[in-house]
């Protein structure tokens, strides 16, 4: 199977936590799935530059009261991440983990998302979301 992974975030969060939120849940991906990652890549002078993602990994914008039914409807995936307030406002992970703790999953708040497997399955979810600007 082909992997086809997706982040979607709340396109009305400033562009900096944006690009945060994606780079979270970017090395997450990256840690769960090694294999997306290519081999590091030596330049012409021998500088060897670290591998970087193999696969295309488009930027999604949504409104973030959709995203909590984005996620849902991912839940049959092979891979969905998120991103939710409680990441936010913890200060640090053990923080994180006793708020995620603290409540059941509809009552967490994603604030970012990414949702990962065969393609046909993620354009249903997200097809028609354009790309975050």
Same mark, same amino acid.
């Given at each position: 199977?082909?992997?086809? /992974? +997706? @982040?979607?975030?709340?396109?009305?969060?400033?562009?900096? &936590?944006? =690009?945060?939120? %994606?780079?979270?849940?970017?090395?997450?991906?990256?840690?769960?799935?090694?294999?997306?990652?290519?081999?590091?890549?030596?330049?012409?002078d021998?500088?060897?530059?670290?591998?970087?993602?193999?696969?295309?990994? /488009? +930027? @999604?914008?949504?409104p973030?009261?959709?995203?909590?039914? &984005?996620? =849902?409807a991912? %839940?049959?995936?092979?891979?969905?991440?998120?991103?939710?307030?409680?990441?936010?406002?913890?200060?640090?992970?053990?923080?994180?983990?006793?708020?995620?703790?603290?409540?059941?999953?509809?009552?967490?708040?994603?604030?970012?998302?990414?949702?990962?497997?065969?393609?046909?399955?993620?354009?249903?979810?997200?097809?028609?979301?354009?790309?975050?600007?």
């Open positions: 199977m082909t992997l086809k /992974p +997706v @982040l979607i975030l709340d396109e009305t969060l400033p562009v900096g &936590l944006k =690009a945060n939120f %994606a780079a979270v849940l970017g090395m997450s991906l990256g840690q769960l799935r090694p294999d997306l990652v290519g081999a590091p890549t030596p330049t012409q021998g500088v060897a530059l670290a591998g970087i993602t193999t696969v295309a990994l /488009p +930027v @999604l914008g949504a973030g009261a959709a995203l909590p039914a &984005l996620f =849902a991912a %839940a049959e995936l092979p891979l969905r991440l998120a991103y939710l307030r409680a990441a936010f406002e913890a200060r640090d992970y053990a923080d994180y983990t006793a708020r995620i703790a603290a409540a059941p999953l509809p009552e967490h708040a994603p604030q970012a998302i990414l949702l990962a497997g065969p393609r046909k399955a993620v354009d249903r979810i997200c097809g028609r979301l354009p790309l975050l600007r």
